[in-house]
């Protein structure tokens, strides 16, 4: 029990710190910023062009901004430190691999959770001009956070694999537009693996969530594949080891 409490110490010691990090330079701001400029407006188009109040817009074209922002936001929390050689002083101290990965990880999270939090006031706007249905408001939130874990993961697993924070970019990006477009080829594959294929997109179980239906299943895979990619990411940092 005390090594557990120490370890989630040092996780969250990580994530403290990579978050007042984030604040301390222009990243934060600029992500936040862009971010909240894009999803106001496609919410204004919906709301004053098209005449509708509804938040449909805003939840289909978030998914489009995380393929953007969240490399955005990952390419440096590895990459970074092993250019500047500042992983080996974290790996130094008492801090384990998984640690200092998760730490990064939570971090991240969180501040996209931040980004999400002034769209509230637009969720808001639309409950004052009539009566919503709140299941799928709060549907599409929750599908947008999970969603995001599962960008974040893998633009981190990116990060950890090169020391050049604009390839580390670039490779999280591939990897979160490979992931989004799964269910969108279904197409042109054979129709004994669509089945497959379709469950490993993102956007499959996102638009499932975003609907107010909340699946297990759809929970567990976001919860598998976040997990998979921060393990990947624990082993590519363990390689230097090797």
């Not at 874990?149 to 090169?162: D, E, K, Q």
């Amino acid at each position: 029990m005390n090594a557990l409490l120490q370890r989630t110490r040092h996780t969250a010691i990580i994530a403290g710190r990579e978050l007042r990090s984030s604040f301390n330079s222009p990243v934060a701001y600029v992500v936040i910023v862009v971010f909240l400029a894009i999803i106001g407006y496609f919410h204004s188009s919906n709301l004053f062009l098209l005449n509708i109040a509804s938040m449909r817009m805003t939840f289909e074209f978030a998914p489009l901004a995380f393929l953007f922002i969240i490399p955005a936001i990952t390419m440096r929390l590895i990459a970074e430190e092993m250019k500047t050689g500042t992983i080996e002083l974290l790996t130094t101290k008492p801090l384990r691999d998984a640690e200092v990965v998760l730490g990064k990880f939570l971090a991240a999270w969180a501040l996209i959770g931040l980004a999400l939090v002034p769209t509230l006031i637009y969720a808001a706007t639309i409950a004052s001009l009539g009566d919503v249905d709140a299941g799928p408001i709060i549907g599409g939130y929750l599908g947008l956070v999970l969603m995001a874990a599962v960008y974040i993961s893998l633009g981190l697993f990116a990060s950890s694999l090169t020391d050049n924070q604009i390839i580390a970019f670039i490779l999280g990006f591939l990897l979160c537009f490979i992931f989004f477009m799964l269910d969108k080829v279904l197409m042109y594959l054979p129709s004994f693996v669509t089945g497959t294929v379709e469950f490993l997109g993102t956007d499959f179980h996102y638009q499932s969530i975003a609907r107010g239906v909340v699946d297990t299943r759809d929970l567990i895979y976001f919860a598998s594949v976040a997990g998979f990619a921060i393990y990947l990411t624990v082993l590519s940092l363990q390689r230097r080891t090797w």
